[in-house]
């Protein structure tokens, strides 16, 4: 995923549509991250949501330091694991949001490697989310993933696939 700062200041990962439905409720670990600043660390903003059936209510927050990348090129996205006390607040998700918040001169950012399970691994909530569509989703940016123009979210316990 990549995230252009200047146009939005927060990315969401979230359930949209499929917030209401419990069985798509989701626990989130944790994400690779970058962004493209050569002198300051980047620091993101991590919020975990929850829908109540009116708005999204925060459930928790926590914030990621990445080192900032001094050669401006091979660098790497740092991987970040919630630890155990933050990561029970997010658990039971319908949406996550990321904001980076410093430095301010960085205007695009990266993610990979986004760590979440299945809030329940129940056999009554695997069948509700297998009654919904496999859906496709475009590339938002045609830098995002050259060369490939759609990926294909699917449910259950099959994977996305690009």
């Given at each position: 995923?990549?995230?252009?700062?200047?146009?939005?200041?927060?990315?969401?990962?979230?359930?949209?549509?499929?917030?209401?439905?419990?069985?798509?409720?989701?626990?989130?670990?944790?994400?690779?991250?970058?962004?493209?600043?050569?002198?300051?660390?980047c620091?993101?903003?991590?919020?975990?949501?929850n829908?109540?059936?009116?708005?999204?209510?925060?459930?928790?927050?926590?914030?990621?330091?990445?080192?900032?990348?001094?050669?401006?090129?091979?660098?790497?996205?740092?991987?970040?694991?919630?630890?155990?006390?933050?990561?029970?607040?997010?658990?039971?998700?319908?949406?996550?949001?990321?904001?980076?918040?410093?430095?301010?001169?960085?205007?695009?950012?990266?993610?990979?490697?986004?760590?979440?399970?299945w809030?329940?691994?129940?056999?009554?909530?695997?069948?509700?989310?297998?009654?919904?569509?496999?859906?496709?989703?475009?590339?938002?940016?045609?830098?995002?993933?050259?060369?490939?123009?759609?990926?294909y979210?699917?449910?259950?316990?099959?994977?996305l696939?690009?």
């Amino acid at each position: 995923m990549q995230h252009n700062h200047s146009h939005h200041s927060v990315a969401q990962l979230g359930l949209a549509w499929l917030r209401s439905n419990d069985c798509f409720r989701f626990n989130f670990r944790g994400i690779s991250l970058g962004c493209d600043s050569v002198d300051a660390p980047c620091v993101f903003t991590v919020t975990a949501l929850n829908w109540d059936g009116v708005d999204d209510a925060v459930q928790g927050a926590t914030t990621l330091e990445i080192p900032a990348c001094p050669a401006a090129t091979d660098c790497e996205l740092r991987r970040q694991i919630l630890d155990p006390i933050t990561a029970s607040t997010f658990t039971n998700l319908t949406a996550v949001n990321i904001t980076l918040s410093s430095p301010a001169q960085a205007q695009a950012w990266w993610a990979d490697d986004i760590q979440i399970s299945w809030a329940d691994t129940g056999c009554n909530a695997a069948a509700c989310r297998a009654k919904v569509p496999d859906r496709t989703m475009t590339n938002n940016s045609p830098k995002s993933f050259p060369g490939k123009p759609r990926r294909y979210m699917r449910w259950g316990s099959r994977q996305l696939h690009a």
